[in-house]
């Protein structure tokens, strides 16, 4: 196996943001919402947890309608690393802390049943997803951690699951300890997905494409209303949009967004490591590879994150590249992509009823970073408590658990400090450019257009396009990304193309358009906008 003192080779990273599962499978087409309809429940969101409700509802004999704002599988879903596992880092010696043996072991029990789930419906379906039967390690480099990591795969093990505590893993280079869970999986989620949604629509139900959700009315029954005016009424609702579109539940409240990248690069087959990593220490990575047409594995590894709309993204993909070349025979990076997730406050994702009131609304969210097995397990949550049947991890997941979110105060509060000192200080800073003339090609800035802070990108012709820099979600600023160009909203995620529009919510209407000719002097810099309190 190679080992630490590879030099990494010279290459010329991809300029691509495209990941390998959307480059390897075929773009969708489904017809957006052309009139009004009524189904039994209507799925908001087109990734893992939607499209897997939609399935397991429609396997339940409900009608269903799923509503994407873009196209399915090809949101957060397409850009995961596609770990389908019941190891989640080092989570079960916490969680035996604060839930208790119980709670820890019914998340054991209902994240492993979703990927036995996967398992099922690939075999059912026969779906040529390469869903691969590989352990799971959490690990580290550091010999102090080892008592900690005994402790994991103790609480692990007595959760149910197939833990143990190793000093041996497939990686080339030595940990000084790892938990390993065997009996896990990794897949190709799009051609899973891509599947699940074939099957779904030959039993009759539909999904709609670029139809994007902008109202909801509560009630029996339900209507959900879209951006061309139509609407869907339904008893109920699913909002499956990875960060709620509706919100109240202020569950805006007890989540941070976080936006993780990813490279990837062809590996020897017989460099493969045998398995999926997570190391949470110090510099986090995680590790798995995936097969190439050509016998190769190509080898994804992430690890690098950060608020969106807060870091200089083309740094840290050199630091992830570095660090790949240093200890894998990758030749050349083949990808380099992003994904996003949503941590929760106290660690577990909330699936159940969207808020104390609800009856016929449901939410799938806060994943933390485990959306596959999760995305998996909340479809079946919902369509039981839709069908009214009650799984005995219903509480440990419910939305409106209170007596958690008191216990993790501090961590709800400190998200929420970090919050208000994006909306207070963005406002009280003074920006890096005087004018729109200052912005060379290719980048964005956010300036002051006739005394309004707007966000404005210069494209590679020299054209400028400006747009409020004010998200339409709850009024933070925007930044810039330089690697993905967009515009991208620090508070709680959302992110903008260069023209405004709706990339990734929980905004739902796009910025607004702005006029950059014969305005954004400096005149006004550093004073706070006087439309934006």
Request: glycine share 10%; aromatic share 6%; hydrophobic share 35%.
């Amino acid at each position: 196996m190679p080992n630490d003192a590879r030099t990494p080779p010279v290459t010329s990273p991809p300029r691509t943001t495209e990941s390998h599962w959307l480059r390897t499978t075929d773009s969708t087409s489904y017809p957006p919402l052309a009139g009004n309809t009524t189904v039994d429940a209507v799925v908001v969101g087109g990734g893992i947890a939607g499209l897997s409700t939609a399935w397991e509802l429609t396997r339940a004999g409900r009608s269903v309608a799923v509503l994407e704002a873009d196209r399915i599988a090809s949101g957060v879903t397409g850009f995961t690393t596609a770990k389908l596992t019941a190891q989640h880092g080092l989570r079960y010696d916490r969680l035996r802390r604060t839930r208790g043996a119980e709670g820890a072991e019914l998340y054991a029990r209902s994240q492993q049943a979703a990927v036995e789930r996967v398992a099922e419906i690939c075999a059912e379906l026969d779906i040529d997803c390469e869903l691969e039967r590989v352990p799971a390690y959490a690990y580290s480099r550091d010999t102090a951690q080892r008592p900690a990591l005994r402790a994991e795969a103790e609480a692990a093990r007595a959760a149910g699951l197939d833990a143990s505590y190793v000093e041996s893993t497939g990686l080339p280079f030595t940990p000084a300890g790892a938990v390993r869970i065997d009996g896990q999986a990794q897949f190709h989620p799009r051609k899973y997905l891509l599947a699940l949604a074939a099957d779904l629509t030959a039993y009759g139900n539909a999904i709609h494409e670029r139809t994007r959700v902008t109202g909801l009315r509560e009630g029996t029954p339900c209507q959900v209303t879209t951006e061309n005016g139509y609407t869907v009424t339904a008893r109920d609702v699913v909002v499956a949009t990875h960060f709620p579109v509706f919100d109240r539940a202020l569950l805006f409240t007890r989540m941070s967004p976080r936006r993780e990248l990813v490279v990837a690069g062809p590996l020897p087959a017989d460099c493969d490591p045998d398995g999926m990593y997570i190391c949470e220490e110090g510099t986090k990575r995680s590790v798995r590879t995936a097969p190439l047409d050509d016998g190769s594995r190509l080898l994804i590894v992430t690890g690098e994150s950060f608020t969106p709309g807060t870091a200089d993204a083309g740094e840290r993909f050199r630091r992830l590249e570095e660090w790949m070349h240093t200890h894998f025979p990758v030749t050349a990076t083949r990808y380099r992509w992003a994904a996003q997730d949503n941590d929760p406050s106290d660690s577990v994702p909330l699936v159940g009823a969207f808020h104390p009131g609800a009856r016929h609304t449901f939410v799938a969210t806060g994943f933390g970073g485990w959306g596959m097995s999760s995305g998996v397990m909340a479809g079946r949550l919902i369509t039981d408590l839709i069908c009214a049947v009650t799984p005995p991890w219903t509480r440990l997941y419910d939305p409106r658990r209170l007596w958690s979110a008191l216990r993790e105060a501090p961590t709800m509060l400190s998200q929420q400090a970090e919050v208000a000192q994006h909306f207070v200080g963005d406002r009280l800073r003074t920006t890096h450019v005087d004018s729109a003339d200052d912005i060379p090609p290719g980048t964005g800035a956010v300036v002051r257009l006739a005394g309004r802070r707007s966000a404005v990108y210069r494209d590679e012709a020299g054209v400028c396009h400006a747009v409020s820099a004010r998200c339409t979600h709850l009024g933070c600023l925007v930044s810039f990304n330089a690697v993905e160009r967009t515009w991208e909203c620090p508070c709680h995620g959302s992110r903008f193309g260069v023209d405004g529009s709706v990339l990734q919510g929980p905004a739902v209407h796009p910025l607004e358009q702005r006029d950059v000719d014969g305005a954004g002097g400096p005149d006004a810099a550093g004073s706070p906008d006087t439309e934006e309190p």
